[in-house]
Nanobody
Framework: VQLQASGGGLVQAGGSLRLSCASS????????LGWFRQAPGKERDFVAA????????IYADSVKGRFTISRDNAKNTMYLQMTSLKPEDTAVYYC??????????????WGQGTQVTVSS
């Protein structure tokens, strides 16, 4: 599976962005997906994950209520709708294939990241 994240950019605090993760190489309905982020000088942190059928989703406490993960298997694309953005959300955002878990080591097929910058 190959993944490509897009949709990042510069936004003011309180604003919104929608990230996309396009997948290819295998039918997307057969695997779970997740979003992680990495700020400069910090470790890669879990953001959200979604099951193959979209029936299951999990979120990091820091984004719960502000971010929404979704997917469209017909388009082989996963999304991350981000609202009420904060400067601390600034990071490179990555998508990856994995089970419905927050554990970084369970994910693979990492896509190229997309930069999100939130100005105060």
């Amino acid at each position: 599976v190959q993944l490509q994240a897009s949709g990042g950019g510069l936004v003011q605090a309180g604003g919104s962005l929608r990230l996309s993760c396009a997948s290819s190489g295998r039918e997307s309905r057969t695997y779970g997906l997740g979003w992680f982020r990495q700020a400069p000088g910090k470790e890669r942190d879990f953001v959200a994950a979604i099951s193959p059928s979209s029936r299951g989703t999990i979120y990091a406490d820091s984004v719960k209520g502000r971010f929404t993960i979704s997917r469209d298997n017909a388009k082989n694309t996963m999304y991350l709708q981000m609202t009420s953005l904060k400067p601390e959300d600034t990071a490179v955002y990555y998508c990856a294939v994995g089970p419905l878990t927050k554990h970084f080591t369970m994910y693979g097929s990492w896509g190229q990241g997309t930069q999100v910058t939130v100005s105060s």
